[in-house]
């Protein structure tokens, strides 16, 4: 399952540290300090991309910032997963890949375990949207069970219901498909295995203590980003908001042939940058270079720049 996705979500990301604004680093043993909370970034893996996945930008401007020749030409882009330590309480922003999407990635359990962190202590995995790289490591697939089986999962009520429309593939471009009826496949099966345990909210719930959701749609149909905020201090994990950093940091623009409306996309992409920016909280992206946490700075009319957390 999944296969073809293994080509649908770019990027190969550079950040550009221009000095950052705040104190906070990511401490030795790999943790992000927020308010009351602990936020560990951890690597599921890469997949491969090509540049021709990505459109709204001149072939050869693409290539250049990307440091490529041809529009084939195959390379990795991270998969970031991040947990939120929070008092007794441990909850995954999105899930990795597991098997669904290839030997390069699904390392997630591996990771959680080599920190301390056993899949069984995971109490809570909120998704940003229902791709392969997002939902997939929620189950275990050569055992066939659930991989976090005491999590209560959620997804954007509008996600859900999307993927879950029996008239899904008449809605889906024809080049998308085969990816709509996989993702429904998934579907099925984590409704099944889930149960009870698989819960919807809506756009500006907020799901926990210092956790809301906020719809940013255009990618997918529900696609979530979620505020985490402690003491005054704020984290938004953007999901694929921005899916390539070089690219769309240069020409927030550009965008993924996968992305469900292009224009929607955008939209929400410029809004929430400008507002990064403006603001100053912290990002963390699904698909930015690992760890993925840094902070957006405006550079001029729909340019910015991304600084990268440091370290202690």
Not at 80 to 85: K, M, P, R, S, T
Not at 100 to 120: D, R
Not at 275 to 299: D, N, S, T, V
Request: hydrophobic share 45%; glycine share 8%.
């Amino acid at each position: 399952m999944f296969a073809k996705m293994l080509v649908t979500f770019p990027l190969l990301c550079l950040g550009f540290c221009l000095g950052c604004a705040s104190e906070t680093k990511l401490h030795a043993d790999g943790h992000m300090p927020l308010g009351k909370t602990k936020v560990w970034p951890f690597l599921d893996g890469e997949l491969p991309m090509t540049p021709a996945l990505v459109q709204g930008i001149s072939s050869e401007e693409k290539l250049k910032i990307l440091g490529l020749e041809a529009e084939e030409e195959v390379f990795m882009t991270p998969v970031n997963v991040y947990l939120i330590e929070w008092g007794e309480r441990r909850i995954l922003i999105d899930a990795g890949c597991d098997a669904f999407m290839g030997p390069s990635a699904g390392k997630l359990a591996s990771a959680l375990k080599a920190k301390g962190f056993e899949p069984a202590s995971i109490d809570t995995v909120l998704i940003t949207h229902m791709h392969g790289d997002h939902f997939g490591g929620l189950i275990a697939l050569q055992e066939m069970r659930l991989r976090f089986p005491q999590a209560t999962v959620w997804f954007h009520e509008t996600e859900l219901a999307f993927w879950a429309n029996p008239q899904l593939l008449e809605l889906c471009p024809e080049a998308q498909k085969t990816d709509c009826r996989q993702i429904q496949e998934g579907l099925q099966l984590l409704s099944v295995s889930l149960g009870e345990k698989l819960k919807t909210f809506s756009s500006g719930q907020n799901l926990l203590a210092g956790i809301y959701a906020i719809h940013t749609p255009g990618h997918t149909p529900g696609h979530t980003a979620f505020m985490l905020e402690s003491d005054g201090e704020k984290l938004l994990f953007i999901g694929d908001l921005i899916f390539n950093l070089p690219l769309q940091t240069a020409f927030p623009r550009a965008y993924a042939v996968f992305d469900f409306d292009a224009s929607t996309a955008i939209h929400t992409r410029l809004q929430w940058m400008e507002k990064a920016a403006k603001e100053g909280f912290w990002i963390a992206g699904a698909h930015l270079p690992h760890p993925g946490i840094g902070r957006l700075e405006k550079q001029s009319n729909e340019k910015f720049s991304f600084i990268p957390i440091g370290h202690k």
